[in-house]
């Protein structure tokens, strides 16, 4: 993906500066992540940013306080005639020296309080910040992918999406984004100090800072591409982590049957040992350098010691500025070595930011968002002149289809696997739009404004039933919260599909017992009977069944289709299946074959 081909048109991200992004990739992703958050998240982040430069001159401000301090200590005979000191005394009435220091004492302890209490406010703030930030981003993926046409999940990998939502939003957040909060409050803080170290001594200012400016320097140069290589790596890793786990816990009989144990697990841990050995990788190289700067920031104190006291002559004049510039240093170096450690996370999570952000920037078709028009079915269902290929295929599926469903007919639609006869449902029901014809309801063409409105009036049964680990109740009433399930009609729908009697002898709990993960406790025509369950519970215009019955065992399948025959009469229905007597009971039917459809009586 092209990083450079996305616009910018919000005010934060302009100050970024994009003359960095031919050397520093992170840069130009940093610009792009920034331009895809939401108002409210821009305006907390530039809040969090002033809190972190309040926070660092607090800091200062703290570090400052301490070399007056120790002035007074080491050297009291050079308080006297000081203005500030006199001044001092007279505003608390101070009159011995041992009470200036207890008061001064009092001060700095209440300053380097009020400037902890500053820093722990500021890191409250980011850790919310950074949460709350995970939290809508993980809203916003789901509702993008829920909300996507129904052609675009059919050419995603579930795994990838759950990877994207649950690690990669994760990785993002923890790895970019407050390691570039905390970079840019570290800048600040070593540009502050560092301005406050020239004032007091600018030589060794200057030689200490360029010795350890080479140092990371030469180390960010060495690790740059390096982090950026092994953090594919571990992208790629992370994806394969999940696909493999969707894989085998998905058809987990057929591994049990086919002895799969041994390859899923090997291929896993694979990929997990070079997930976690590249982050391993990555941490260790954020942190080494950490020891050298230590090392060489020791040896500069010891030589700043001695150079400070051969200039002034005398150890007691050199204390307060030795002092001044060991509490520096000791707040400095931990925040040079936070700034390198920040950039090298982040390099290594520039992969996963890419994936994120194109995610994020994918254009927007959201049909439930559209004000919805209310459409009826009392008359008729009519496909007229459709045709219909997927994106990116040559073929047509469907050729100048052409179709009536009267209200109250039963219509059979017969043919062998492949064929479309799945494809002419998504069709009729919305899920997939037509290349080219219409599909009307009572001569109302189904367009993106209405297509909703009909899609509440469809009950429909799949041929694999997805039940949720809930109870009965929750999956006849799926999606809709308990306080609003209609309990009499549940028992209608149940007595309907004939499961009723099953409900009352399966456990004392009755509606409230528990089916199991995707109804593992139910047998194949017992899932069955819960779709038909499921379907009618909403009083639908339209059944429509997909092959509902082609796992059954004969019994099974005579059983579900006597119950929804029985419905004749009192519903509208559409009947897919390859096996023909099934279909014998039908008012039409017709044979879909090379794209057409046929009408057989």
């Excluded at 469903?405 to 043919?415: A, R, T, Y």
Aim: hydrophobic share 45%; aromatic share 10%; with cysteine.
């Amino acid at each position: 993906t092209d990083l450079h081909t996305i616009r910018f048109d919000i005010r934060l991200e302009r100050y970024l500066p994009s003359w960095f992004g031919g050397y520093f990739p992170m840069i130009d992703v940093i610009r792009q992540l920034i331009s895809l958050l939401s108002y409210p998240q821009k305006k907390k982040f530039s809040l969090l940013i002033i809190l972190s430069i309040f926070s660092t001159m607090a800091d200062v401000f703290g570090i400052a306080s301490v070399m007056p301090f120790m002035a007074m200590i080491s050297n009291p005979d050079s308080l006297d005639g000081n203005p500030w000191v006199e001044s001092f005394k007279l505003l608390f009435s101070i009159s011995e020296y041992s009470q200036l220091v207890l008061v001064s004492s009092f001060l700095l302890m209440i300053i380097l309080m009020m400037s902890l209490t500053i820093k722990a406010f500021y890191l409250r703030s980011q850790i919310r910040f950074a949460l709350i930030l995970e939290q809508e981003l993980c809203d916003r993926l789901v509702s993008q992918y829920l909300r996507k046409p129904y052609e675009w999940s059919l050419s995603k990998n579930t795994a990838d999406i759950g990877k994207t939502v649950m690690s990669e939003v994760n990785h993002v957040v923890n790895g970019l984004v407050v390691p570039v909060i905390i970079f840019v409050t570290q800048l600040i803080a070593c540009l502050a100090i560092i301005s406050f170290l020239l004032i007091l001594d600018p030589f060794l200012t200057l030689s200490a800072g360029l010795a350890i400016a080479a140092i990371y320097g030469a180390l960010i140069s060495l690790v740059r591409k390096y982090l950026l290589k092994i953090g594919k790596k571990t992208f790629a890793a992370n994806r394969e982590r999940f696909k493999i786990l969707s894989e085998a816990f998905g058809a987990i009989r057929e591994v049990k049957l086919l002895q799969l144990h041994d390859p899923y697990f090997n291929n896993f841990s694979k990929n997990a040992k070079v997930y976690f050995k590249n982050l391993a990788i990555s941490q260790v190289i954020s942190q080494i350098p950490r020891f050298a700067v230590e090392a060489l920031a020791f040896c500069s104190m010891l030589i700043c010691i001695q150079y400070l006291v051969l200039q002034t002559g005398s150890i007691q004049t050199a204390i307060p500025i030795i002092s001044g510039f060991a509490f520096a240093v000791y707040r400095l170096m931990p925040a040079i070595q936070q700034l390198y450690a920040n950039f090298a996370q982040a390099q290594h999570t520039i992969p996963a930011v890419i994936s994120l952000v194109e995610e994020l920037s994918q254009p927007q078709i959201i049909k439930n968002e559209l004000v919805q028009k209310e459409i009826k079915f009392n008359k008729k269902v009519e496909i007229e002149k459709v045709n219909f290929k997927y994106p990116n295929s040559e073929n047509d599926i469907f050729q100048n289809l052409d179709l009536i469903i009267n209200k109250g007919e039963f219509v059979g639609i017969l043919g062998p696997s492949g064929e479309g006869k799945s494809t002419f449902l998504d069709l009729l029901t919305g899920l997939l739009i037509p290349s080219s014809g219409k599909i009307k309801v009572d001569g109302i063409e189904l367009c993106d404004e209405n297509v909703a409105s009909w899609q509440n009036k469809i009950g429909y049964v799949s041929q694999n039933i997805y039940l949720v680990d809930g109870t009965i109740e929750t999956n006849i009433a799926l999606g809709d919260i308990k306080s609003t399930v209609n309990r009499e009609q549940i028992e209608k729908v149940a007595k309907l599909s004939k499961l009723d009697k099953f409900i009352k002898n399966y456990s004392e709990k009755g509606y409230q017992s528990t089916v199991g993960e995707r109804g593992s406790r139910l047998s194949g025509g017992q899932r069955q009977r819960m779709g038909v369950a499921r379907a009618l519970y909403k009083f639908p215009s339209l059944l429509v069944l997909d092959e509902a019955t082609s796992s059954l065992d004969t019994n099974s399948e005579k059983f579900i289709m006597d119950t929804i025959y029985d419905l004749k009469g009192t519903a509208t229905a559409i009947i897919v299946s390859h096996n023909a007597a099934n279909l014998a009971r039908c008012d039409k039917l017709y044979l879909v074959e090379n794209g057409l459809l046929k009408m057989q009586r």
